[in-house]
């Protein structure tokens, strides 16, 4: 098994940034690819970004490319996302996904293991 906890969550005003970060533990060899996704009230959980283990490859939804940047630490087994230029658009739960192979899905069925979410709220 795999734990994923996401931290960093908060209200920050339009324009403004936060940096999530997700620390896994236990099977940590199944984190080959790891994910943010996100979900907005009575809306489906939505793709952000994955990044696989060598760091080198890395994936982005069209609507954070350019403002937001996923990084991973595999020392210390975590993953960070910096969200810059943030928009209230970008108001939903943030939650953190892992799998155990290098692909990167962009549908959270792709992804065996979850964190609990953390909430980023933008204030217009």
């Known amino acids: 098994q795999v734990q994923l906890v996401e931290s960093g969550g908060g209200l920050v005003q339009s324009g403004g940034s936060l940096r999530l970060s997700c620390a896994a533990s236990?099977?940590?060899?199944?984190?080959?690819?790891m994910g943010w996704f996100r979900q907005a009230p009575g809306k489906e959980r939505t793709f952000v970004a994955g990044?696989?283990?060598?760091?080198?490859?890395?994936a982005y939804a069209d609507s954070v490319t350019g403002r937001f940047t996923i990084s991973r630490d595999n020392a210390k087994n975590t993953v960070n996302l910096q969200m810059d230029s943030l928009k209230p658009e970008d108001t939903a739960v943030y939650y953190c996904?892992?799998?155990?192979?290098?692909?990167?899905?962009?549908?959270?069925?792709?992804?065996?293991?979850w964190g609990q979410g953390t909430q980023v709220t933008v204030s217009s």
């Open positions: 996904a892992a799998r155990g192979d290098s692909k990167i899905p962009l549908h959270w069925s792709g992804y065996d293991y």
């Open positions: 236990g099977r940590t060899f199944s984190t080959d690819a």
């Open positions: 990044i696989r283990r060598s760091g080198g490859n890395t």
